[in-house]
């Protein structure tokens, strides 16, 4: 028989076991929780390294090293950094000045070219929801000042640049050059005589011989010549390297345009067809006696290869990528009987590249001696004449999270980039965005009288689900982007800290129903609906909160996995959260009716 003390024992102990089963959450809570990090994006340090970009190119180029080295860029539509709410994420124009400025410190010289379609006037930030207009121009003006920062020297004129429409980009491209825009078929007398385009460039950039080389040159950039015809090259002058470029728009894109503009368009009396218009600056091309021909060609790769055919002194040739993700790859193109221009070396190859979409990734063609000369004196493009032969190497290189500048240091594009976040906050344009939306949610549109109210008033009766909501970062969505979000600035007037939270096009993803009527306008007016609530999922709950027992508003608002990823996948796109898994955060938070 057990004493008295042991029974009272084992009762106390069956007594305090579903106790203490019960309070265990709050135990962990309140003393073994690890803290909890405040609200942030993706910390670098998560980021896993990755190989340096610039030492491999070093290493891959050494020997012989490029004498000159072209860089290619193109249809960035208007995507200027990542946003920086997921990592690692790729491209960004600060990566892009950090790249070919440790090229240049390491002594290559790198002049840049970009295809064009720097921004688009058309475009939806989230499914079914348009840009704002005026932000898409100013996109494109400050793609355009931070070329210039790069180093780039030509724009060709694309689609996109077409549909702004291109009188605005005339505007742009007249108040800060290089880069110079480019059209070989537009011919629009009165824009090409005041110079906001030329029908093709020549971009020179001078020989220094390198100390301790005897065939290889250092090539520091200048600027272009105010005119696109340079004198012929003599014997007796400075060496420079002379790059020609050309820019045309063929006929297959020609007529996806004549889809989105009205038929009698004054573009479409503009534009003459490329090889026509190839056909007509070429004998001032010859004159000029380019070293290289570039061709930034909007088409598709068969029509770029058949002017690249015809006319045989081009050597390399941008072309519209159709994919989003650049290629590693470039495709020769085969020579051609066709070439008469006098040079003072020969290439050996022909290349036709593309840098996929987006500013990801820009390509590199290296201008490398093909074998050492023995006994050459000391390098001008004069007096190595024809003893040397060049070949193009291409490099695609993505702009990756090591190409980004720590917290604490600036360049110019990051700058710039400050201005832009300025802008967008001193020109309002998170109301003009509010004032211009006219789109109802789909529970709308079947109950007009419906409203967002806010995850609070959720709160009130799902408190379990409510709490599951409470413990993910979507209930830190807002707070997350005014901590983080970059870069920032500040309003020199009343010293406020201007960051992303004024860009409606990183708001949308971070707080309720913004782009539907009713939903969030800023912080001050709708307070309620700061974070990315429980309302982004459901619907807008007015009805279902003043009428909690009627089917026909509460039915509405039910969800399951079934019809939910599309809803997530609006904001963890490609774009902002590559990395996406469905299956690995659902679980995060997922939770029952109650």
């Not at 060496?239 to 020609?244: D, G």
């Not at 967008?424 to 789109?439: I, K, N, S, T």
Request: hydrophobic share 40%; aromatic share 8%; glycine share 6%.
């Amino acid at each position: 028989m057990p004493a008295i003390w042991e029974r009272a024992a084992v009762v106390l102990v069956l007594l305090a076991v579903p106790i203490l089963v019960a309070l265990a959450p709050t135990i962990y809570q309140a003393y073994l929780a690890p803290e909890e990090p405040p609200p942030r994006f993706t910390p670098r340090s998560a980021v896993p390294t990755l190989p340096d970009p610039v030492q491999q190119l070093l290493q891959a180029w050494r020997q012989p090293q490029p004498e000159l080295v072209l860089a290619f860029s193109g249809q960035m539509y208007g995507y200027l950094q990542p946003c920086g709410c997921a990592r690692p994420q790729v491209g960004g124009l600060e990566r892009r000045l950090e790249l070919v400025q440790r090229l240049r410190q390491a002594g290559w010289p790198i002049v840049g070219f970009d295809l064009g379609d720097l921004a688009r006037l058309r475009h939806e930030i989230k499914q079914g929801v348009p840009a704002l207009a005026d932000q898409s121009r100013l996109k494109y003006e400050t793609a355009w000042k931070i070329l210039k920062e790069c180093g780039w020297q030509a724009v060709g004129i694309g689609p996109e640049e077409i549909l702004f429409p291109l009188e605005d980009v005339f505007g742009w491209a007249l108040n800060s050059r290089p880069p110079v825009l480019v059209g070989s078929n537009l011919d629009w007398p009165d824009w090409r005589d005041t110079g906001a385009y030329r029908p093709w460039v020549l971009c020179e950039v001078p020989v220094v011989a390198r100390a301790g080389s005897a065939t290889t040159g250092r090539l520091e950039q200048s600027a272009p010549p105010p005119a696109p015809v340079s004198p012929p090259l003599t014997p007796e002058s400075t060496a420079v390297w002379r790059i020609a470029c050309l820019a045309v728009i063929s006929d297959s894109v020609v007529s996806q345009l004549r889809k989105e503009l009205p038929q009698n368009a004054e573009i479409f009396k503009r534009l003459l067809p490329a090889e026509q218009a190839l056909a007509q600056l070429w004998p001032e091309i010859e004159k000029s006696q380019p070293h290289l021909l570039v061709l930034l060609h909007h088409g598709s790769e068969e029509e770029a290869r058949q002017l690249a055919q015809r006319f045989g002194e081009i050597d390399l040739v941008l072309n519209r990528d159709v994919a989003d993700v650049a290629s590693s790859m470039a495709r020769p193109l085969p020579t051609s009987d066709a070439r008469t221009l006098r040079r003072p070396f020969a290439i050996s190859n022909r290349l036709l590249l593309s840098v996929g979409h987006k500013g990801k990734a820009i390509g590199l063609v290296g201008v490398r001696p093909a074998a050492q000369v023995a006994d050459a004196a000391p390098a001008t493009l004069q007096r190595l004449s024809r003893a040397v032969t060049y070949r193009l190497d291409y490099r695609m290189v993505e702009l990756i999270e090591s190409l980004e500048l720590p917290p604490d240091r600036t360049n110019p594009v990051r700058e710039a980039m400050r201005e832009y976040v300025y802008q967008v906050y001193a020109r309002d344009f998170l109301r003009q965005w509010v004032e211009q939306r006219q789109v109802s949610h789909p529970q709308q549109l079947d109950q007009p009288g419906s409203v967002f109210v806010g995850s609070e008033r959720c709160a009130e009766c799902h408190r379990s689900a409510c709490r599951v909501w409470g413990q993910s970062k979507h209930s830190q969505a807002y707070a997350a982007l005014v901590k983080y979000g970059e870069p920032k600035t500040t309003d020199q007037r009343s010293g406020q800290t201007i960051g992303r939270q004024y860009d409606p096009e990183c708001v949308i993803c971070h707080t309720t129903g913004f782009e539907y009527r009713s939903g969030f306008r800023n912080e001050r007016d709708t307070p309620q609906l700061v974070a990315n609530g429980c309302e982004n999922c459901h619907g807008p709950a007015s009805l279902h909160v003043q009428f909690p027992n009627e089917p026909k508003y509460w039915q509405p608002l039910r969800r399951n996995v079934g019809n939910i990823v599309n809803t997530c996948r609006a904001c963890h796109d490609s774009e902002n959260d590559p990395h996406f898994d469905f299956s690995k955060y659902w679980p995060q938070i997922v939770h029952k009716k109650d």
